[in-house]
């Protein structure tokens, strides 16, 4: 069993930057790969980001490439998304998302609004 929890969200205005973490439990983090997903008022949940096991491979959403960065620290169990140039249509909440051996986990979700 993997829990997540992510942080971060915020309201921030059109062009600002916000930085989600994720924090996971276990001792096998660095044996999952783990994602970015988010989902819109009425839309259904799409993908954003994702970095393998080591972090030495990611994953992007074309919409976003540019501006967000994912990243993970496995000695902190903790992964990132360092989202820059905030357009109003990033408004969503935004769920960490891990996909190992053992199973697929979901966080709670984070809210982020970006006013134009």
């Known amino acids: 069993q993997v829990q997540l929890v992510e942080s971060g969200g915020g309201l921030v205005q059109a062009g600002g930057s916000l930085r989600l973490s994720c924090a996971a439990s276990?001792?096998?983090?660095?044996?999952?790969?783990m994602g970015w997903f988010r989902q819109a008022p009425g839309k259904e949940r799409e993908f954003v980001a994702a970095?393998?096991?080591?972090?030495?491979?990611?994953y992007y959403v074309d919409s976003v490439k540019g501006r967000f960065t994912i990243s993970r620290d496995n000695a902190k169990n903790t992964v990132y998304l360092q989202m820059n140039s905030l357009k109003p249509e990033a408004t969503a909440v935004y769920y960490c998302?891990?996909?190992?051996?053992?199973?697929?986990?979901w966080g709670q979700g984070t809210q982020v609004t970006v006013s134009s």
């Open positions: 276990g001792r096998t983090f660095s044996s999952y790969a």
């Open positions: 998302h891990s996909e190992g051996l053992s199973g697929s986990y």
């Open positions: 970095i393998n096991r080591s972090g030495g491979n990611t």
